[in-house]
Each structure stands twice: as structure tokens, then as C-alpha cells.
């Protein structure tokens, strides 16, 4: 990896000649998909690991969560999705410092923002899976929309649907 890369100070767009390893890794294990099929879904199923993981454990029913949804977004047969959702996690363990901004600009520069709006959605259930959406995972959500591009009022209004599984709200009267 040159410094520039590793920096952040390389080309501003992923695209197939500039790729992060963790999405050629994960891209190569959909190879039943057209390959740029295959490039969209491994983007998707790093950053819901990037939120399964973002409290330093990623649960049952949080991998649960990712192969439910990858098994919707990509059409992946459920062996398929779960292989896809443990090599993801495994990818984020291996390359995740600094591939995250690498693959969210790349599903940024491949995504309508429908589907990025799509992406943060499933990002808040796979928090919400374990009953709590803890502050990192929130916070790593947050991340995640400014860097594929979600105006923060959508996000924030995305997020609202979520209040209940909030644990920086847990606790607090909810009539207000």
C-alpha cells in the first residue's frame, strides 16, 4: 500500500484499477455475481460489519441481521450471505484502520442515494438487533452517512425511527 493510500491522499474515487483490499477480497467470493454487482454487495455487507463490530463484539443476532439483509439486497442464497457476512467481519478485523473511508467513498461513488439511504437503514437494524444501539455504534453510523454523502437532516430523521434502541436515550421519559 503506498503512503498516499494509506494516508487518504490518493485518487478522491475508488473505482476498479484503485481498489481497497478488504472490497477486492470480499468481491472475489461473490463470483457467481457480475462483477460489478459483486463490488456494490461486498461494499455493503463491510460497512454493516463496520457497525456490527463497532462496539469492539459483533453478536448472534447482529450477524443474523447482516445475512437477513444481505440475503435481501443482493439476492443471495442464505449459505451464500452467511460466507459474505463472516468474511466481511473477518475483513474489517484484517484491513479495517484503513480500508473503512476506502469502501464507504467507494459504495458512495457506486450508489443512487436511495441506496445509500437503503445502507443506513439496515446499518440502524443490525445496531438494533442486540436491543441497544450503543453511542459507538451510533457514532460510527454518523460516520458512515457523511462519508457516502446523506444530508444530516436524513439521517437524523432515519435515526429517529430508532429512538426506543437508543441507549444514550434509554432511561430518559419517553413523552417528550
Known amino acids: 500500500?503506498?503512503?498516499?493510500?494509506?494516508?487518504?491522499?490518493?485518487?478522491?474515487?475508488?473505482?476498479?484499477?484503485?481498489?481497497?483490499?478488504?472490497?477486492?477480497?470480499?468481491?472475489?467470493?461473490?463470483?457467481?455475481?457480475?462483477?460489478?454487482?459483486a463490488r456494490m454487495a461486498a461494499a455493503f455487507a463491510y460497512?454493516?460489519?463496520?457497525?456490527?463490530?463497532?462496539?469492539?463484539?459483533?453478536?448472534a443476532d447482529?450477524?443474523?441481521?447482516?445475512?437477513?439483509?444481505?440475503e435481501a439486497f443482493a439476492g443471495l442464497p442464505s449459505d451464500r450471505a452467511e460466507l459474505l457476512a463472516d468474511a466481511a467481519l473477518e475483513a474489517l478485523a484484517d484491513y479495517g484502520a484503513t480500508d473503512n473511508p476506502l469502501v464507504a467513498r467507494a459504495y458512495r461513488d457506486m450508489a443512487s442515494p436511495e441506496e445509500r439511504?437503503?445502507?443506513?437503514?439496515?446499518?440502524?437494524?443490525?445496531?438494533?438487533?442486540d436491543e441497544t444501539i450503543t453511542t459507538d455504534e451510533d457514532n460510527e453510523i454518523f460516520e458512515i452517512a457523511r462519508t457516502i454523502g446523506v444530508p444530516h437532516p436524513d439521517v437524523i430523521a432515519l435515526r429517529s425511527a430508532w429512538r426506543s434502541h437508543l441507549g444514550t436515550l434509554k432511561g430518559l421519559p419517553s413523552g417528550r
Open 117 to 129: 439511504l437503503d445502507l443506513l437503514r439496515c446499518l440502524y437494524a443490525i445496531a438494533a438487533a
Open 47 to 59: 460497512l454493516m460489519a463496520r457497525i456490527a463490530g463497532a462496539d469492539l463484539r459483533t453478536d
Open 1 to 37: 500500500m503506498s503512503l498516499l493510500r494509506f494516508l487518504g491522499l490518493g485518487r478522491d474515487s475508488a473505482g476498479p484499477e484503485w481498489e481497497p483490499d478488504s472490497l477486492v477480497a470480499l468481491s472475489r467470493r461473490l463470483d457467481a455475481l457480475p462483477p460489478a454487482e
Open 62 to 70: 447482529e450477524r443474523a441481521s447482516m445475512v437477513q439483509r444481505l
